[in-house]
T-cell receptor, first 113, second 111 residues
């Protein structure tokens, strides 16, 4: 049973470009969470999705950021027109249900030049 | 007040020592609680869930105090490999069951 798969592991973008981060949850998990972590800081909740639905996006900036979890395929976190402040580690986690244990992917390190 | 608060440390302890961390949470509607471990630049990994009656897993003991709204983690007989950041996680029933992470407590076990 493969774990949570995130790709790419490292992503380099120039200011103004788009970044697409992918996350495939563990088999049987229908709940996906995205977190952002800056160096020396904690994980900040961004968005919680179930298949085809955004449940809670209260931690995600209203502009430039969007997330989806389609019926088929991985969850995508999309950042448009990236700025240097978007540089961070982005972790995806999945769970089989509400209040269940979270399992994390190995993260995507985004660097904006 | 932060939703989940932890002492950032670092806690520097010798091998074999017993060390304890606390974590306070502000929302009494919190449903479930966990301790995760994060090594530098890596993903958080589940250490243990925290149950109302308290629970133990080898050298690790977790406890929950709902009245005072805190959870604790006790590590006995510390090993060098226990050096990491320990994250307290609270699952909030704010209508959407999102998981809120503390900023973590850094532990360094010294030889």
């Amino acid at each position: 049973n493969a774990g949570v798969m995130q790709n790419p592991r490292h992503l380099v973008r120039r200011r103004g470009q788009e970044a697409r981060l992918r996350c495939s949850p563990m088999k049987g998990h229908s709940h996906v969470y995205w977190y952002r972590q800056l160096p020396e800081e904690g994980l900040k909740f961004m968005v919680y999705l179930q298949k085809e639905n955004i449940i809670d996006e209260s931690g995600m900036p209203k502009e430039r950021f969007s997330a989806e979890f389609p019926k088929e395929g991985p969850s995508i976190l999309r950042i448009q027109q990236v700025v240097r402040g978007d540089s961070a580690a982005y972790f995806c986690a999945s769970s089989p249900g509400q209040s269940e244990k979270l399992f994390f992917g190995s993260g995507t390190q985004l660097s904006v030049l | 007040r932060k939703e989940v608060e932890q002492d950032p440390g670092p806690f520097n302890v010798p091998e074999g020592a017993t060390v304890a961390f606390n974590c306070t949470y502000s929302n009494s509607a919190s449903q479930s609680f966990f301790w995760y471990r994060q090594d530098c630049r890596k993903e958080p990994k589940l250490l243990m869930s925290v149950y109302s009656s308290g629970n133990e897993d080898g050298r690790f003991t977790a406890q929950l105090n709902r009245a005072s709204q805190y959870i604790s983690l006790l590590i006995r007989d510390s090993k060098l490999s226990d050096s990491a950041t320990y994250l307290c996680v609270v699952n909030l029933d704010s209508g959407t069951y999102k998981y809120i992470f503390g900023t973590g407590t850094r532990l360094k076990v010294l030889a």
